[in-house]
Every structure is written in C-alpha cells, then in structure tokens.
C-alpha cells in the first residue's frame, strides 16, 4: 500500500473577510490546506478540537484581531497544545508586534502584504522545520 502524502495545513485567522478570501486561494493555489477563520476564538475552538486529528503546521495569525483571545495571544494558545506549530504575525503595524510578546521562532508581516510574500514564510517555517524534525528552531526570529 502506498502512502498518501498530504498538504500542509495552514489555520488563517483575518480579521477582514476580503483579506481571509484572498490569501485562503492564495494559499491554496500554492499547495496548502487552509482553514480560515474571522475570530480568534473561531480558531480557538479549531485548535482545541484538533487533538488525535490532523495536526495544524502553521497558524497565520491577525496581530489586529480583538477577540475574547486576541491574534497575539492566539499563538501562545497554539504552542500551548502543540510546541511544534509554526507561527506568522500579521500586522498593520510593526509597533503592535513589538509592543506584545511573541512566541520563539514566530515569524512576522506587515499588512498589506502579497500573497507570495505569506507563502515564502510558509516555506522558510516548513523547511526549519523539517530540517529540526519539526522543532521550530528560535533563530528563526525576524521580521519580514
């Protein structure tokens, strides 16, 4: 029996429905298996139920979401269950990120962004990865 390999999965939250719509085809164009999301509690819920399920790879998170857990507190929530998953910060402001604590090894973009910029993150995240054996190392560290 062959093996079945399957795409990464990419959990999107975006505040704005234009945006969510955009990059969710973007993402998709590009090979991912997207779940998006408007509310941090949305995605929340998703992670919460995802134990003995298929494993999220990386969560895009809206640093400008206010929800009843925020987009920057979303990614701690995120580690909390599963210290492997890759995270991308999106933000209208730099100052937003700086100004709350990030997880080690998160990656950040400013909006408006593209969506090959989104994906090239991606990318970097899966392939750091896969070269720790899916440890996200913390030099990875930077902001796009």
């Known amino acids: 029996m062959q093996a079945v390999s399957r795409q990464p999965l990419v959990v999107l ?3 704005d429905e234009l945006t969510r719509c955009i ?6 164009m590009s090979g991912y298996d997207v779940i998006g999301a408007r509310t941090a509690g949305e995605v929340e ?31 701690d929530v995120a580690r909390c269950l599963d210290p492997t998953v890759g995270v991308v910060y999106t933000a209208r402001s730099p100052r937003r990120l700086e100004s709350g604590p990030m997880v080690p090894g ?10 090959h910029q989104l994906v090239a993150l991606i990318v970097e995240i899966l392939a ?9 190392p913390a030099d990875l560290d930077r902001a796009a």
């Open 128 to 136: 750091a990865a896969s070269r720790a054996g899916l440890a996200l």
């Open 45 to 75: 819920a998703l992670l919460l139920a995802q134990p003995g399920q298929r494993r999220v790879d990386v969560l895009v998170t809206d640093a400008d979401v206010r929800d009843t857990v925020d987009g920057l507190s979303l990614a």
């Open 23 to 28: 990059t969710t085809s973007c993402l998709e």
């Open 13 to 15: 939250l975006a505040g």
């Open 106 to 115: 998160a990656l950040c973009l400013r909006t408006p962004y593209h969506g």
